[in-house]
Nanobody, 125 residues
C-alpha cells in the first residue's frame, strides 16, 4: 500500500511558477507509475502529467505541455510537478496518484490505485 501527501500549492500571479511535491510512503515506490491530476470547481478531475515507474518516460496533457514538467526521485520516494508560466485557468486542486503498473504511462483516473488529499493552486490574473 502507498500513502501520498502533496505539498507546495499556493497563490501565485499569472506568469509565475510553483513546484508541487508528492511524498510517498512505502518501500515499493519505484514499482509505481505516478501521475498528477487536477480538479477545478464544478469540473471533472482531469489528467495533467504522468511518469513511468523508473522515470524514463513522461507524458503531459496538451494544456500544460511546454509549461509543466513532471519528475520523480525514487531514492527519496518523491514526485514533483514544476509549473511555469502559470495561467488563471490552471487554478485547481492538484492531486498526485500512484498505479501499480511497472513501466507504463497512465493517463486515466481508473488506472490509478492510490490518491493524495490534494493541494490548492490559485493563479490570479
Amino acid at each position: 500500500q502507498v500513502q501520498l501527501v502533496e505539498s507546495g500549492g499556493g497563490l501565485v500571479q499569472a506568469g509565475g511558477s510553483l513546484r508541487l511535491s508528492c511524498a510517498a510512503s512505502g518501500r515499493t515506490f519505484s514499482y509505481y507509475a505516478m501521475g498528477w491530476f487536477r480538479q477545478a470547481p464544478g469540473k471533472e478531475r482531469e489528467f495533467v502529467a504522468a511518469i513511468t515507474s523508473n522515470g524514463g518516460s513522461t507524458y503531459h496533457a496538451d494544456s500544460v505541455k511546454g509549461r509543466f514538467t513532471i519528475s520523480r526521485d525514487n531514492a527519496k520516494n518523491m514526485m514533483y510537478l514544476q509549473m511555469n508560466s502559470l495561467k488563471p485557468e490552471d487554478t485547481a486542486v492538484y492531486y498526485c496518484a500512484a498505479g501499480l503498473r511497472y513501466g507504463a504511462l497512465l493517463t486515466r483516473r481508473g488506472d490509478y490505485d492510490y490518491w493524495g488529499q490534494g493541494t490548492q493552486v490559485t493563479v490570479s490574473s
